[in-house]
């Protein structure tokens, strides 16, 4: 792989449902970030990583949850999913943000 | 609190110059940057400002007046293909990015 990948592309799913939505890099930046993309409104940042094993919250952190066990993966979690968190999510790298192709999440 | 600003939509014919706009009102300032998304697909980075001026990139520039919290986009000789939305983003004093809602660049025959 070259890049970001994402996966999966898109899903929906059930409310009060847990998602993992999975996000690897091959780049070894050490920076990596989630980001939720919703219409009308700018990007939002949910958590962030600076280094493996580090995470940080962002602006949005509430249901959400992230991992960095290695460098190249940063998977995010959604606990017990709500309709409020349906949108599109980007994984991104670098200060410079390389992103991801996003996921397409609803859910119901 | 941190704030982006920038047209919601703006329309252009091809072959013209179009200029998008960003104010901003951050803590903090550690860059700006512009990004680039067509509908359906993710962000591209476009160009990075730190310091005052004009960045020239080929058929884009990027200006940027920190003493203003303004910066713009010119987009020159303008195709069908610079069409899609052009995001700013600040880097704010704890080197997070800041993101703009977006401008939806509209480009007619």
């Known amino acids: 792989i070259a890049g970001i990948t994402q996966a999966p592309t898109s899903q929906i799913l059930a409310a009060g449902r847990r998602m993992t939505l999975r996000c690897t890099q091959d780049?070894?930046?050490?920076?990596m970030y989630w980001y939720r993309q919703d219409l009308g409104l700018g990007l939002r940042l949910i958590h962030y990583?600076?280094?493996?094993?580090?995470?940080g919250k962002g602006e949005v952190p509430d249901g959400y949850s992230v991992s960095r066990a290695n460098t190249d993966d940063f998977p995010l979690t959604l606990a017990s999913a709500v309709p409020s968190q349906t949108s599109v999510y980007f994984c991104a790298s670098k200060v410079t943000q390389y992103f991801g192709p996003g996921t397409r999440l609803t859910v119901l | 609190g941190q704030n982006i600003d920038q047209p919601t939509e703006m329309t252009a014919t091809e072959g013209a110059i179009v200029q998008i706009n960003c104010t901003y009102q951050?803590?903090?300032?550690?860059?700006l940057f512009w990004y680039q998304q067509h509908a359906g697909e993710a962000p591209t980075f476009l160009s990075y400002?730190?310091l005052d001026g004009l960045e020239e990139k080929g058929r884009f520039s990027s200006f940027l007046s920190r003493s203003k919290g303004y910066s713009y986009l010119l987009l020159k000789e303008l195709q069908m293909k610079d069409s899609a939305s052009y995001l700013c983003?600040?880097?704010?004093?704890?080197?997070?990015?800041?993101w703009g809602a977006g401008t939806k660049l509209i480009i007619k025959p």
């Open positions: 983003a600040v880097m704010d004093s704890n080197y997070q990015l800041i």
């Open positions: 780049m070894r930046h050490n920076a």
């Open positions: 990583s600076n280094t493996a094993g580090t995470t």
């Open positions: 400002n730190v």
């Open positions: 951050t803590s903090g300032f550690n860059g």
